[in-house]
DNA sequence: ATAGGGTTAG
């Protein structure tokens, strides 16, 4: 990695901000006219349009930690849930409890609105069993819920634990105690439907409001849109954006920007142009995550040079860009140019006068641990803490699996129990494989037993990880058992490891069982379940064994049904 | 005044 000092000595520049700037875009571009080759002097372009317009992007607060004031406590419960409340805002769900605890210590007895925050803050700490407990405590204590008490526990069943039947028989008990189900409690649950990919269900929901009398508005729809977006149904989506009009509801700037998502990921880009053009005559504007989203979907199609072209057109608009958009770029620049001069400018970035966040910082850590930059990831670590930006549970991923890449497990293993954040399935997965690496078989019963304890839902990696252990422990039985039970129809990902496994192992008549099986029940093998089925085989030198009848009679099956 | 309606990471 470059030294700092050598590439931007600041430390001997003691000028303003522009003239910084000037310095560094001299640098650019001297080093630009010293790159003969092309393909690199592309690369420095996009650093000096970056660093032209970052003057653009929101200031850093010269003050980030206004000191609170030392004598509060003049507090009647509406106070208390003020000052809750914007705990939970800045993401601080610790802060709140401590809060509400410290409410109930001073004698104050706690509104129907401070239960509510509280049961909030223990949702999105994700203790979930706690909040169920406060809500009873609450009702016990002679304060009724109302439609925002009900809500915190909906969304709880049906975004956190996606437990559908919960969720309905919670609506059930609002309906029966004379709190019936507004728009807010069916928009919560539709979205949750919609993206637990259950959007037929989500349809008989809407239906069921519609039934009641309920009116649904854009926020009720909008996640339905997005389903379609990300299915790809782009021609539906449209023509649910347009059906929006006939029941009274015209699709807002909010809908149009998952459109405009569902694009760019399809890679149509005039469609965007086109929605951009018409955009007045249909009855909406562009707003800056539209072109947040353009941009990056620009980026992402590798045309980081008509992203970067949009970003002037955004400003022509008299649109600000944003910390999101700033973030867009440097993910940009992270792959289109040397991540380790992204990781100077993120280090710069007081000086260079543009304000960075804690998805700054996780874009860039995350590029640098892929480069193996393990130290360099601390460092931004360490930076982001002095600098007053609190890393979040990605952050906190990042570092886990650097410290695991590097092969400090014991050190991995200190951060994850260290508390100071709220682990999700990521972080379970990203500590299982460097255990799972490092050979440390205790430490993975604890962690997939705290997993299951925690109720962390298991993703695909998870199960993947699930087949990994068991098999190299020779317990085929309850791999087998996982990728029967596991109900993930979007991969093949967990099969793909298990045969990979079998023939690792040698169990082909096994491994023919199984798929006789599944191909009963109308299964179909993908490209990845072949990958790793040839990988295996090429491994194992498998290509002069007698078995080779038998490898063919599994590939020629495959090929059938493909 | 209750909605994890939209953009950025993996």
Known sequence: MFSTAVLFPFSTIAGTASKTLDFLIGFLQLRHLRNHTTSSSADEDLLSRFLRISQKFPKPNPNPHPIPNPDPLPLDPFHWNSLMKSSLRSDRPDEALRLFHEMLRSGVPPSLRCYTTAMDALVSSRRFAEAESMFHDMVASGVSPDAAAYGVLLKMYSFHLRDFDSAYALIGLMAGSGCAPDVVAYSTLIASLCRSRRTEEAWRVLDRMLGEKCSPNCRTYTPILRAYCAEHKIDE???????????DCPPDTICYNVLI???????????????FR???SRGWEPDDVSYNTYIDGLCKAGRAHEGFQQLEVMLEKGLSPTTVTLNILLDCLCRESDVREVSCLLERSSELGFEVD???????????????????????????????????????????????????????????????????????????????LAGM?????????????????????????????????????????????????????????????????????????????????GWVPDSQVYDFLIRA??????????????????LDRMLEVE
Not at 237 to 247: G, I, P, Q, S, Y
Not at 261 to 275: A, I, R, T
């Open 261 to 275: 998502d569902g694009l760019c990921k399809v890679g149509d880009f005039d469609g965007v142009e086109s929605l």
């Open 278 to 280: 018409e955009s007045g």
């Open 441 to 521: 078989t205790n430490e993975l019963r604890f962690l997939f037993a705290d997993m299951e304890r925690e109720k962390i839902a298991p993703d695909t990696t998870t199960c993947n990880l699930m087949v990994d252990c068991l098999c190299r422990e020779n317990n085929f039985s309850d791999a087998i058992d996982v990728v029967r039970n596991f109900r993930c129809v979007s991969s093949q990902e967990p099969v793909a490891h298990l045969t990979y496994w079998f023939v690792k192992s040698g169990r082909l008549s096994d491994l023919l069982m199984l798929f006789e099986e599944m191909f009963d029940r």
């Open 537 to 554: 085989f090429c491994r194992k030198g498998s290509c002069t064994s007698k078995e080779i009848y038998r490898i063919c009679l599994i």
């Open 237 to 247: 989506a449209k023509m649910f954006l347009e059906w929006l009009r006939t029941v």
């Open 358 to 436: 804690v998805l700054s910082y996780n874009i860039v850590m995350s590029r640098l641990c892929s480069v193996r930059e393990w130290s360099a990831v601390l460092k931004h670590f360490t930076d982001m803490l002095k600098k007053g930006v609190r890393p979040n549970t990605y952050s906190f991923n990042i570092i886990i699996d650097s410290l695991c890449k590097g092969g400090k497990y014991r050190k991995a293993k200190c951060v994850f129990d260290s508390g100071g954040f709220v682990p999700d399935v990521v972080t379970y997965n990203t500590l299982i494989h460097g255990m799972f």
